[in-house]
């Protein structure tokens, strides 16, 4: 096992060396310019159809809570200050002479 990691270590401390030995490229006045044309050139539909899709999320969000907003703001409309109970009450009020009383008949003359 400790001529594993012995070998290991030279192998690294070559590449460490010869990495060293590499002359540091100097970047020129253009170089900025020329990676962000380099960055651009290969932004493809892909990112644009994020955007819009990202777009397209915030605005149905901000549309959400728009109409949350406007449907918990009560209205002057008489319909929506009563409820369903109040409605059912006032369409079947007990002063309606739909209302029928029982009937009683007698049993023990059966003449009739």
């Known amino acids: 096992m400790e001529a594993k990691h012995g070998r290991e270590e030279r192998t690294l401390d070559a590449?460490?060396?010869?990495?060293r030995d590499c002359p540091t490229p100097e970047p020129s006045v253009n170089f900025m310019?020329?990676?962000w044309?380099?960055?651009e050139s290969r932004q493809r539909f892909t990112f644009s159809f994020r955007r819009m899709a990202g777009a397209f999320v915030t605005a149905a969000?901000?549309?959400?809570?728009?109409?949350?907003?406007?449907?918990?703001i009560p209205?002057?409309?008489p319909y929506y200050s009563e409820t369903y109970v109040d409605a059912l009450a006032e369409a079947n009020s007990l002063d309606l002479p739909?209302?029928?009383a029982p009937v009683f008949t007698d049993q023990a003359d059966p003449s009739r």
């Open 33 to 35: 310019p020329e990676l």
């Open 98 to 100: 739909d209302i029928v």
């Open 75 to 77: 209205h002057a409309n």
């Open 37 to 39: 044309q380099k960055i």
């Open 61 to 72: 969000l901000a549309l959400s809570v728009a109409l949350g907003v406007y449907m918990s």
């Open 15 to 19: 590449l460490f060396a010869a990495y």
